[in-house]
């Protein structure tokens, strides 16, 4: 692939004529839906499965989801699909379901794609458990996966892994953001809490391995479950623990919950979640006033206002917020930026497939070039895959934000 820039440059500042195989990146007022004159020939349709929480409790993470699929599929039909390096023109169908939040829908829905739909690829599901409950069918009929969904346990490890990959930045990436800034505050002894389940469970390994590193004491660890509306238990606990400062791994509604009923028992200790609130309506379930001070570490797409000209990322964060906003009448999330990533990548490995392999070698040559992609700016950061790294982000994708009068504010270090 190109450098960086120019990689995902076709992605973000004009989808349309990459989307039918123009070489270099065109400019902003290039006519959409111009092929190039040599992709003439019709070839196969490519099938792209695409799952999401569209409803239920994780239904703020699949609803922008949901609505960059449409968005992207929308862009693909102006097009006319892709071009395969023979010239070839190919339709591309994503199949869009709801998972409901549900692991079991997740599995039917899974094999429902494979085995049905014959697609050649499958992003999502939304939720880490989720993602883990369908890997086994993953791995077994050999179709790759770009989830959604933040767990480490996704794609690692590698060896077992082959077939999955994934655009949310891990917790092992976030933790020492959360513990970095804890230290930077004088604080040395944190709670550890996080909802019960695969994705809870990874952030908690995280935060444990980088309050170790920074010298900083665990004084106190707890669970709660996805779906509790008292934590209260949990938080008579923490007060009487000694711990200066909670670390919380969960998304909405828990995530909400636990830190409206912090606030509701008085305890004002510095809550510093993860990125699985990166979304405002955390700020609406929890309440502004109840969620004001809280801490997290997110992608740059909430901060790329604030980005310095020459970042590689800017313009295509830019143009991302222009035309999610377009379309949904909302600025996006950064659970909009995973689904973007997945599908950027995707389309871009299908345009080097060959035409005219079988199924089941479009979908071996597909892991391939998704495995291959080598600098691809998206939203969550800037994508490297390599055989013993599927998620191909770092610590360096992350920045803090702070909820301030109901809001995001970017919380640069000079401001710790």
């Known amino acids: 692939m190109n450098r960086p820039s120019a990689a995902f440059a076709a992605f973000t500042l004009v989808l349309l004529v990459s989307l039918v195989g ?28 695409f799952i999401a929480s569209v409803t239920g409790a994780a239904a703020a993470l699949g609803e922008p989801e949901r609505n960059v699929a449409l968005m992207w599929q929308q862009k693909l039909d102006v097009a006319g699909g892709i071009v395969g390096p023979d010239g070839v023109r190919h339709p591309v169908q994503i199949i869009i379901h709801d998972t409901q939040g549900s692991s079991d829908l997740a599995v039917t829905l899974t094999k429902r794609l494979i085995s049905d739909d014959g697609v050649v690829a499958i992003i999502g599901p939304s939720t880490s458990p989720e993602s883990m409950a369908i890997l086994p069918i993953i791995e077994e009929a050999g179709v790759p996966l770009i989830s959604m969904a933040s767990s480490s346990a996704i794609v690692k490890p590698a060896a077992e ?61 707890d ?22 400062a909670v670390l919380v791994t969960a998304i909405p509604p828990a995530a909400a919950v636990f830190t409206m009923q912090c606030r509701e028992l008085g305890l004002d200790l510095p809550l510093i979640h993860n990125h699985g609130i990166g979304n405002k309506a955390f700020i609406e379930q929890a309440g502004a006033q109840n969620a004001e001070g809280v801490v997290f570490p997110m992608s740059k797409l909430v901060a790329y206002q604030s980005l310095p000209d020459d970042d590689p990322q800017k313009p295509v964060l830019t143009q991302f917020v222009s035309e999610y906003q377009a379309f949904a009448k909302q600025p996006p999330s950064s659970f909009a930026g995973h689904a973007w990533d997945a599908l950027a990548i995707v389309t871009e490995a299908l345009k080097r497939l060959p035409e005219g392999l079988p199924l089941a070698e479009q979908r071996s040559r597909l892991r391939d070039e998704i495995e291959a992609t080598k600098g691809l700016v998206g939203i969550d950061g800037i994508f490297t895959f390599t055989p013993e790294d599927h998620v191909g982000l770092s610590y360096k994708d992350m920045v803090l934000m702070r909820i301030t009068n109901g809001d995001w504010e970017y919380l640069p270090r000079e401001k710790w």
């Open 161 to 221: 892994r082959r077939w999955s990959f994934k655009t949310a930045a891990s917790n092992e990436h976030t933790a020492p953001l959360q513990v970095e800034y804890a230290k930077a505050k004088g604080i040395t002894r944190i709670a550890n809490i996080y909802v019960n389940n695969a994705y809870g469970e990874d952030g908690a390994v995280a935060i444990r391995k980088a309050a170790a590193d920074a010298g900083l004491e665990i004084v106190y660890e």
């Open 223 to 244: 669970t709660f479950e996805a779906d509790d509306t008292d934590m209260s238990a949990q938080i008579t606990k923490i007060k009487a623990s000694g711990a200066q």
């Open 22 to 49: 123009c070489a270099a990146a065109p400019s902003p007022t290039s006519a959409p839906g111009v092929a190039t004159p040599t992709a003439q020939a019709a070839g196969t349709v490519y099938k792209v499965g």
